[in-house]
Every structure is written in C-alpha cells, then in structure tokens.
C-alpha cells in the first residue's frame, strides 16, 4: 500500500467526522503523538495503524497483484 495514500485517507475520513486528533486517540487508544507521527509519515507499529483504521472505520485489502485499497 501507498503510505502517501493510506495517509491521505486517514486525513479525509478524519475531517469527514470532524473528528480532532484527541478524539482519534480516545476513541483508538492510540496517543496523541503516535497519530501525529502517522500523519507525518513517520514508521509506526502497524497495530496503531489499524487501530486509528478502526476507530475511523476504515479498512483495506491486498489483492494479489500487491495494489491496495482504503475503502
């Protein structure tokens, strides 16, 4: 997956809610900082990923030519 994509998702799914970065924390479980830190690009656990994914209700898949997808 493209990180530039996956962050870009993150992004627009965040603003669609009108959700700030402490209420993805709070209701992900994951810090502050560390959602920043995706944000910015910068390497994270992948758990924290898919935990902030969750929260935002967010998924994706890989499909055997290695594309992926954020739906």
């Given at each position: 997956?493209?990180?530039?994509?996956?962050?870009?998702s993150i992004?627009?799914?965040?603003?669609d809610?009108?959700?700030?970065?402490e209420?993805?924390s709070?209701?992900?479980?994951?810090?502050?900082?560390?959602?920043?830190?995706?944000?910015a690009g910068?390497?994270v656990r992948?758990?924290?990923i898919?935990?902030?994914?969750d929260?935002?209700e967010?998924s994706f898949t890989?499909?055997?030519?290695?594309?992926?997808?954020?739906?």
């Amino acid at each position: 997956m493209r990180q530039k994509y996956l962050i870009e998702s993150i992004r627009e799914r965040k603003d669609d809610l009108d959700w700030t970065i402490e209420k993805i924390s709070q209701e992900s479980g994951v810090g502050v900082r560390t959602i920043n830190r995706i944000l910015a690009g910068e390497d994270v656990r992948f758990s924290s990923i898919r935990a902030v994914m969750d929260a935002l209700e967010l998924s994706f898949t890989v499909d055997k030519s290695s594309q992926s997808k954020v739906e």
